[in-house]
């Protein structure tokens, strides 16, 4: 079996049955409104607040974490991690959010900010997802949170872009998507991800 998986369904339930301190790091874009989660930041950080502890909960110590939220829930979102640093992604222009990405890292393996890739726009297919991060991005946050070897886990995943960075950087990864034609395309591009780094050895 792959070291590398995307399972489809909600990830609140399927963290649910995951064993504790059983993940590396987390990275992770969720949702910036709907699905349930509200919009205020008081509103959205009590929706989300049950899909935070679960992850904490799988995630080994000292609890690496590193998540996506917009500028206006930054500081309530701070207020409840472990003194996470930020780093802003300039021009995250695949994404339809915004044009910068704002992430929060709670214990980051480095403070120092990785470098991005320039992996060539077809080294996985297509994504059928409206807000695909570019994974020559993704690629800074899963140098900064996890070892090669280690395993990258992303409760949102969407179009995998947070997985395919992993696995061309040599980690394995596990992805929640909730929708079935997202977490089919997301499992394509991380299978392509999967040869392409077999091929650069
Ligand atoms: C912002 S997108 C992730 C984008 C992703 N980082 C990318 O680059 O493609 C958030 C994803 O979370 C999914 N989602 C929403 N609620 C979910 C849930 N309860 N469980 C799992 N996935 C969920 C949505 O379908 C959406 O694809």
Redesign the pocket.
Known sequence: MSDNQILQ??????MKSMETSSIDCVI?????A????GRGPRQYWASFKP?FDEMVRVAKDPKRICL?QPQGRQEIFKAQMQSPQSVVLRDAF??K?GRDAFFLLQNPLTSEVADEENWPSDIVPK?I?P?????NQ?AVLVKMMSRPGELVF?????????GVAAVLLGRRHLG????ED?ADD?RARLEAAEQAAKARG
């Open positions: 369904g909600d990830s609140l339930e399927i992770v874009d969720p949702p910036y709907g699905f349930n989660l899909f996506s695949i994404d959010r994504t997802h807000n695909e991060r570019s994974i993704m992303d409760p949102f995943c969407g179009s995998g872009a947070i929640i998507e909730l929708m997202r997301a």
